[in-house]
């Protein structure tokens, strides 16, 4: 099977979601914030973390903590813009398009080990590995930098709110 060092999750999924949701709160431009989420997703990733995937067949034991991921940053970043703005369709759309392009760096490393033939998925690997800092914190470390780097987003969510 596919036994590679992989830190495809790199920083956790929920941090790279609520990290790039909150690029919102600057601007509802889809080519900005498609711009500066992918940049986030890097700069982040750049920076030394704690990861709890290393290699693809890791996803198959950990899945239910993997699905948890996947869904608390969404969650998180829905709740908290319903709270500011209510279902209001036109102030939440520009927050889950942003994060959900932070992740897609990572989604698309997951895409590579499924379609390894495809040449601009391994493009994307290749650059995603070579910007991933390969100094990993301990948990304990890396888990309370990405708490602090999450409530630090959020906050940035409800102080600069959109008119």
């Given at each position: 099977?596919?036994?590679?060092?992989?830190?495809?999750?790199?920083?956790?999924?929920?941090?790279?979601?609520?990290?790039?949701?909150?690029?919102?709160s600057f601007s509802d431009?889809?080519?900005?914030?498609?711009?500066?989420?992918?940049?986030?997703?890097?700069?982040?990733?750049?920076?030394?973390?704690?990861?709890?995937?290393?290699?693809?067949?890791?996803?198959?034991?950990?899945?239910?903590?993997?699905?948890?991921?996947?869904?608390?940053?969404?969650?998180?970043?829905?709740?908290?813009?319903?709270?500011?703005?209510?279902?209001?369709?036109?102030?939440?759309?520009?927050?889950?398009?942003?994060?959900?392009?932070?992740?897609?760096?990572?989604?698309?490393?997951?895409?590579?080990?499924?379609?390894?033939?495809?040449?601009?998925?391994?493009?994307?690997?290749?650059?995603?590995?070579?910007?991933?800092?390969?100094?990993?914190?301990?948990?304990?470390?890396?888990?309370?930098?990405?708490?602090?780097?999450?409530?630090?987003?959020?906050?940035?969510?409800?102080l600069l709110p959109k008119?």
């Amino acid at each position: 099977m596919f036994l590679v060092n992989l830190n495809l999750a790199g920083m956790i999924l929920s941090t790279h979601f609520i990290t790039g949701a909150a690029l919102a709160s600057f601007s509802d431009s889809v080519v900005i914030l498609f711009c500066s989420a992918l940049i986030l997703h890097f700069v982040l990733d750049a920076i030394p973390h704690w990861e709890y995937l290393d290699e693809f067949d890791e996803i198959k034991q950990k899945w239910p903590l993997v699905a948890i991921d996947i869904l608390l940053g969404p969650s998180l970043i829905l709740f908290s813009i319903v709270g500011l703005y209510g279902f209001d369709w036109l102030k939440i759309w520009p927050f889950l398009f942003s994060g959900a392009v932070s992740v897609l760096p990572d989604g698309l490393s997951f895409l590579h080990f499924m379609l390894p033939q495809n040449r601009l998925l391994e493009k994307v690997f290749v650059f995603h590995e070579f910007v991933h800092n390969k100094k990993n914190l301990s948990f304990k470390q890396g888990f309370l930098f990405q708490i602090v780097i999450n409530l630090v987003f959020l906050l940035a969510i409800f102080l600069l709110p959109k008119g």
